[in-house]
């Protein structure tokens, strides 16, 4: 399949006040590409989307909750009112909870999945018609280290990202020979907010979980901007699967060679200050 072309496409991207989102938002308008950009932080979204005009970028702001069913619906009429076209879409937006499965509530773990999973499956869905309309398109589907190696404490980000992974998996298996090609991301650790901004279920000390939090974030080694480099680079590759960060390279292998036992050999690298169930997660927003 060829290289895709950015310049002058139209990606759509969730999440794409902050972190990675904002960072890719970012690089493409700087590649040439035109951009709808959705977060539900109204204040950050017009920031970004600021910036990327003044990077060439011709761009509508889209303030929405991704956990919105209805609102995911009507983006494709809302997006394609602005914009003659649809490329690209990056399914990016994602949030964290901390604590065992015991702790959590089931609230907080379906909270999780509505935007962590069924966002991403509903947006493609969504805009799949108008992708496969194009001579090229590409979507972005962003797991996460977390989609590779489930580690105690991350039960329901785990669950939510080894299914957008499978979700991704099996959808490009289904558009080989299309124009619309398909790349999945597991970002290891990043420097965004998502740990910062993760849900804390009742039980758990709020100030033992910010403090574990701060141990957790020394461990973050990729900028949000090398993310959204290498992302971008995927997509004008057209590259099935990228792994961010060494610690996401790292686990995939120890995964592979202890496909059980993975876990005994990843807790003596983070060692004992860090509590994965008092934590975020990897990831991306």
Known sequence: MATFPIRGSTAIITGAASGIGAALALNLARRGANLALADRNEAGLHMVATAARSAGARVSEHVLDVSDRTALEAL????LAQHDRVNILVNNAGVALAGDFADVTMTDFEWLFDINFWAPVRLTKAFIYALTREP????????????IIAPAGQAAYSAAKFGLRGFSEALRHE??????????????GIRTEIANSARIPQGIDPAEARAQTAEFNKLLRTSPEDAAEQIARAIETRAKRLLIGTDAKMA???QRLFPVNYWKYIKRQTGPGVDPKRTAAAGHS
């Open 175 to 188: 558009l080989e020979g299309s124009n619309l090609s398909l790349t999945v991301v597991h970002p290891g």
């Open 76 to 79: 494709p009429e809302a997006v």
């Open 252 to 254: 995939e292998r120890l």
């Open 136 to 147: 090229a398109a590409h979507i972005v589907n962003i797991s996460s280290l977390f989609g």
